[in-house]
């Protein structure tokens, strides 16, 4: 093909560049020469006037469990091929993956100088942890959006390639990233947080100036004074469940939780239980359990009296593309059953 | 008042994300807490610590989010 005018190096998963799924999920960065998987019709989309020079790939895990050094390592794979821009993803729901694209544009931004991008659905954790540093084009739910997503991505990787302006977010369609620019504008803040105000109470569309963030803050509760008198319950979003999974709880987006009894049980042996959580690598959860819902610790530490009981049941749900909606609402119907039950604190594990 | 609860994950900036006030850093994602590269009795006792740590957590009182790592 023509030498572009301008270079882009692409970072995606294990999953995307076509290297394997949750079995290759720990490998470490590497490179490969030119466009792969999503970089194929992204390269399409940006002509000749760009060209994606390599593609780096991590898999997911790897990424999650060193961020620091694997996004160190990503810049030291891109910085040869002096990119031009850096894009990455796009990720959608794929928390893991959305974190590494995050982190992978961040430090490829700050340590080379490079106009980063990547896109991701507004829910994925890697927006609210990287949307300061990078932008981020907002992307549907799953894969399923590739289609729509890619021109999106390919039209911002363009401006930044040939060193056009970004605008504002709303006209330059990437999420805000919380930074504000002096503009003179017609009417005063007073006035304008007035009419905002009245549209609300006329219940008209308004749009706000300072979006207030999506995750909730609840101020710590109170320690627990004498553990060796306290119920502790367990709680999990891995998944874990009776095996056959008796509710039927979903492997992505929960619509449910589920409580089971643990009375009588020391320890969750594979014949019994299993994870019926998608999108991690279930051999480590299936082989032991425990490894994800801690039973035998806990019945241990019940039996040694560091702690008073373990709550007889346990509750599960599948925290995997789970809506931030649901979450919350299991969260207090969860904490409702166990104030009920007197139970005096939770140890949550998630996967 | 309330329940104090410890998160116990691999990932701390996703509990600092979505709010964990308690935090105890995991062995890894699909295996938080075990690792199965070691002898069942040693795998064992990195659970017991791991939960040990967590209701050290518990029995704490913290003003704003905080992770046990030690």
Known sequence: MVRGRYKVVHYLNQFFAQIGGEDKAGIPPQIMEGAVGPGIPLQQALGDEGEIVATVLCGDNYFGENIETAAEAVVELVAPHRPDVFVAGPAFNAGRYGIACGAACTAVRKRLGVPVVTAMYEENPGVELYRREVFVIPAPRSVQGMRETIPKL????????????????????????????????????????????????????????YA??????????????????????????????????????????ASKFAAYSIAGTDDLTADAYQTCHGGYDPVYANEDPDRVLPLDAARALERDGTIGRLHNEYYVTVGNATSVANAQKFGKAIAEKLVAAGVDGVILTST | MGLPVVHIAAIVPISMTVGANRIVPAVAIPHPLGNPALPESDEREVRLRLVKKGLRALGTDVEKQTVFAE
Do not use: C, H, W
């Open chain 1, 212 to 253: 207030m963030p999506t995750f909730e803050r609840i101020p710590p509760s109170p320690a627990i004074k004498e553990l060796s008198a306290a119920t502790i319950a367990l709680v999990t979003t891995g998944g874990i469940v009776p095996r056959g999974n008796p509710d039927r709880i979903e492997a992505a987006s």
């Open chain 1, 154 to 209: 390919a039209g911002f990787v363009r401006k930044l390639g040939l060193g056009q302006p970004i605008g504002l977010p709303q006209a330059d369609g990437y999420l805000p990233r919380g930074i504000r620019v002096n503009a003179f504008v017609e009417r005063t803040g007073a006035q304008r947080a007035v009419d905002m105000l009245l549209a609300k109470l006329k219940g008209e569309a308004f749009q706000t100036e």
